[in-house]
């Protein structure tokens, strides 16, 4: 069974831009959870979709969004750039909602200018 | 306030010993606690699960016990070996979102 991937792995941005990053969970998960990882603040939950809706939302601000889509594929969109984003990305799947076991991508890293 | 700590930001371990690392928490009342395993430059990997109705749970060398009077939670590798050396997370569910610890650095020297 294919693991869950990321597009893109890195990615160079300006101050201002807004980024998309796209996730593919392991194929019939169904929960995909959105995380930011930073040397200083550790791994921070962004958001969790199930079923195509947000269920959780951790304490970010409303540049960052994401979706779901009915197969379950999910991207994240940051608008308005700012330098304190730049990050490792991460996506993680799960059969069912709560994070519970996850399963985690390789991850984006995203580096702003 | 809440918070999640992980006692040590690194670790140094003989090979065959056992690595005890720690997780604590205050002010967060969680139905479960997780543990993951990170490799440099890679997405973390889930290795056990726990719930606060669990004291103690086990999966080959690992084993993991959740005290919730003591808000805290030992993760312990056996026999370690230095492909054990890693960055190890806690995390656990509060607040409807799942809070990660810091990590600690797992260094088995050979």
């Known amino acids: 069974k294919a693991g869950v991937t990321q597009t893109p792995r890195y990615l160079i941005k300006t101050r201002g831009q807004q980024v998309t990053l796209s996730c593919s969970p392991i194929s019939g998960h169904r929960s995909v959870s959105w995380y930011q990882q930073t040397p200083g603040q550790g791994l921070q939950f962004l958001f969790e979709?199930?079923?195509?809706?947000?269920?959780n939302k951790g304490n970010f601000p409303g540049r960052f969004s994401g979706r779901q889509f009915s197969n379950s594929r999910s991207e994240m969109n940051v608008s308005t750039l700012e330098l304190g984003d730049s990050a490792l990305y991460l996506c993680a799947s799960s059969l069912v909602q709560g994070a519970y076991e996850q399963f985690f991508g390789p991850g984006t890293r995203l580096t702003v200018l | 306030s809440q918070k999640i700590e992980q006692n040590s930001e690194a670790l140094n371990i003989q090979e065959g010993k056992t690595a005890t690392l720690t997780c604590n928490y205050t002010?967060?009342?969680?139905?479960?606690l997780q543990w993951y395993r990170q490799d440099p430059g890679r997405g973390p990997v889930f290795l056990l699960l726990i719930r606060e109705n669990e004291k103690e749970k086990r999966k080959e060398r690992l084993k993991v016990t959740f005290d919730t009077t003591l808000k805290q939670s030992l993760f312990h590798i056996t026999a370690s070996q230095p492909a054990d050396s890693a960055t190890y997370l806690c995390a656990l569910d509060g607040d409807d979102k799942i809070i990660f610890g810091k990590g600690t650095r797992l260094h088995i020297l050979p």
């Open positions: 002010n967060y009342s969680p139905a479960y």
């Open positions: 979709y199930f079923s195509e809706t947000q269920r």
